[in-house]
C-alpha cells in the first residue's frame, strides 16, 4: 500500500503542480485577497474533487464515455469560466480597493473543478494506472487514490496561494498591485485560451 502511495504522489507531482487553471486561480487570489480569503474556494474546488473522484473511480467513467460530447462542453464551459474570473480580476483594482472585488466563493471553487476538463483526464488516466480490474477491495482503493489525489492537489494549490500571497507582499502600492491584479488576470485569460486550444 504504501509503495502504491509513493508511487501515485511521484505520478501525481508533475500534474498537481504545473501551472493550470485550478493553480493560477489560486495564486491570483491569494496575492489579490491573501491565503486566509482562498480557503472557501479551496474547501468547494477540494471537496468536489473527493466526490468526483470518487464517482469516477468508482464507475462513472463509463457513463461520461458513453456522451462524447461532453468532454467539448466542459472543455468550452471550462474556459468561458476561468476568462470570466479573469475580467473579474482584472476589474479588481488595487487590493486597497475591496469593495470592488471579492475572493473566489465556495461555489466557484466547485465550479472551477466541475468544467475543468483536465481533471478529468488526469482522473481517468490516474485510475487506469493504479487501479487494477482484479483488485479484491475495490471500494477501499478507489477512496485511499481518490483521498491521496485530493489530498495532494489540496497542497499543490496551498502552495500556488502562498507564492501569490507572498508575491502580492512587494507591491504593496496601489500602482504596482494594479499591475499585479492584471497580470495574474492575463494569466487566467492565457490559461482559457489553452483550455479551449488543448
Known amino acids: 500500500m504504501t509503495e502504491t502511495i509513493v508511487a501515485l504522489l511521484i505520478f501525481l507531482f508533475p500534474l498537481a503542480y504545473s501551472p493550470g487553471p485550478g493553480n493560477m486561480l489560486f495564486a491570483a487570489n491569494g496575492a489579490v485577497f491573501g491565503f486566509r480569503a482562498t480557503l472557501p ?117 496551498s502552495t500556488w496561494t502562498l507564492i501569490g500571497d507572498r508575491l502580492a507582499r512587494a507591491f504593496r502600492d496601489d500602482r504596482s498591485a494594479v499591475r499585479l491584479n492584471r497580470g495574474f488576470a492575463a494569466v487566467l485569460a492565457g490559461v482559457a485560451v489553452w483550455m479551449l486550444l488543448a
Request: charged share 10%.
Open 41 to 157: 474556494a479551496s474547501a468547494g474546488y477540494h471537496l468536489a474533487t473527493w466526490i468526483v473522484t470518487l464517482g469516477l473511480g468508482l464507475g462513472l467513467m463509463g457513463l461520461l464515455e458513453g456522451w462524447p460530447m461532453l468532454f467539448p462542453a466542459l472543455k468550452a464551459g471550462g474556459a468561458v469560466y476561468v476568462l470570466w474570473l479573469a475580467v473579474k480580476l482584472w476589474r479588481a483594482g488595487s487590493t486597497k480597493t475591496p469593495q470592488e472585488a471579492r475572493p473566489a466563493s465556495f461555489v466557484d471553487g466547485v465550479m472551477l473543478l466541475l468544467l475543468n476538463p483536465k481533471a478529468y483526464v488526469i482522473i481517468a488516466l490516474m485510475f487506469s494506472q493504479f487501479l487494477s480490474p482484479a483488485e479484491p477491495h475495490v471500494l477501499a482503493a478507489v477512496l485511499l487514490i481518490t483521498t491521496v489525489f485530493t489530498l495532494n492537489n489540496l497542497l499543490a494549490f
